[in-house]
Nanobody, 125 residues
Framework: QVQLVESGGGLVQAGGSLRLSCAAS????????MGWFRQALGKEREFVSA????????NYADFVKGRFTISRDNAKNTLYLQMNSLKPEDTAVYYC??????????????????WGQGIQVTVSS
């Protein structure tokens, strides 16, 4: 049974930082490209970032470039998202997702076959 479990969310003031983690089990983690998405209340789920199986390739949505960093530790089966300079508009539920179809940096949610349950990030002004 595949499980992706996010942690590290919470409430932070604008300008602050958080690091999200996504612990994976039940799948060969190093064989999956991984991504982060988010969904704010009343809005569509949107792409945040993705990384290839090795972690060398990365992709970011324009609104997080220079502020967020995606990384992974294949030995620990864990994906990370370091979020700095947080803004109130970053408030959302954040999801990690696994893409098993090759070494790609997909921005479409349809490319991902496995999803975590999501974790709330709230940025106060």
């Amino acid at each position: 049974q595949v499980q992706l479990v996010e942690s590290g969310g919470g409430l932070v003031q604008a300008g602050g930082s958080l690091r999200l983690s996504c612990a994976a089990s039940g799948l060969p983690f190093s064989g999956y490209s991984m991504g982060w998405f988010r969904q704010a209340l009343g809005k569509e789920r949107e792409f945040v970032s993705a990384t290839t199986r090795s972690g060398i390739g990365t992709n970011y949505a324009d609104f997080v470039k220079g502020r967020f960093t995606i990384s992974r530790d294949n030995a620990k089966n864990t994906l990370y998202l370091q979020m700095n300079s947080l803004k109130p508009e970053d408030t959302a539920v954040y999801y990690c997702a696994a893409d098993g179809w090759g070494e790609r940096l997909a921005a479409s949610a349809n490319a991902y076959g496995y999803w975590g349950q999501g974790i709330q990030v709230t940025v106060s002004s």
